[in-house]
């Protein structure tokens, strides 16, 4: 499959139609629809449906769009970097889920860019699931993620950083007035918990070893949607202190008791190949 063919394919599921694709590809409308039906046969799955005035995606048109665009994505970074190679210059792409360690990381960032203007810095926001599987398939140089590490996977700088973990209460709720809530303050309240694994894992030990044991009404993958329900509910939200401001607010933190707290540590892919700013970036963080 040529990167050619791929992006005839991206241009024609965002706009919709044969006709406005061409348009915008500057190709007459036969020439397109015979490159997508090649590329079909080349698949051997279809990938439309074919309407009368539009066309929609199949599942397997769905999924070749969604690693079409990663594909793409992943080229143009390369590309860009490679041409860069002559002076510092280039992208630097870091993912990682809600956390105040990422302040750790803004001086060398904002020094870099100053210096270098040549250097991008691309941020993602998602749960140390999602960042790790960006990593895997090279769409970010450097994850942040809350400990324990994959050593066998992940090369990882630790940083000085620790996190408390505790609830996210509405003003009015009972536990609200708490100065630490315990395993037995949390047994028969909905609970709201991060949808990541490692994270669950923590907790679940937190609790007693069996989450089971207690009401979980649901889990979300970043914070601020979950407090708004926590703020208009009787729902109690498991989160890091810090990561919503909760002055003048409705809202409520209350740390644990036992204490749990969790260390953070930027990882990269093994044997990874920087691009020449990604490479400064790790060489200053690492002599930081």
Known sequence: MELRVLNYFLTVAREGTISKAAEVLHLSQPTLSKQLKDLEEELGVQLFIRGNREISLTEDG????????????????????????????????????????????????????????????????????????????????????????????????????????????????????????????????????????????????????????????????LLYNASLLVKAGKSVAFCIEGIIQTKDSDLVFVPLEPALTSTISIIWKKKQIFSNAAALFLEKLTNS
Not at 63 to 85: A, D, F, H, P
Not at 126 to 153: H, Y
Not at 165 to 184: D, F, M, R, T
Request: net charge negative.
């Open 62 to 221: 769905v999924y070749l769009q969604n690693r079409g665009k990663e594909i793409l994505s992943l080229v143009s970074t390369t590309t860009l970097n490679l041409q860069k190679n002559e002076v510092i210059g280039g992208d630097i792409l870091i993912g990682g889920g809600e956390t105040q360690a990422f302040q750790f990381l803004t001086d060398i960032l904002n020094h870099l860019m100053e210096r270098y203007p040549d250097i991008k810095v691309h941020m993602y926001s998602g749960n140390a699931d999602d960042v790790k599987d960006k990593i895997d398939k090279g769409l970010l140089d450097f994850g942040l993620v809350i400990d324990p590490v994959e050593k066998q996977k992940y090369e990882y700088v630790p940083l000085p950083i620790v996190d408390r973990w505790g609830i996210l209460v509405n003003q009015k709720h009972a536990l609200a007035e708490k100065e630490h809530v315990s395993p037995a303050d949390l047994k028969n309240q909905p609970l709201l918990i991060s949808s990541q694994t490692l994270v669950n894992n923590q907790l679940a030990e937190w609790l007693g070893g069996n989450l089971n044991n207690f009401s979980i009404v649901g889990s979300y993958n």
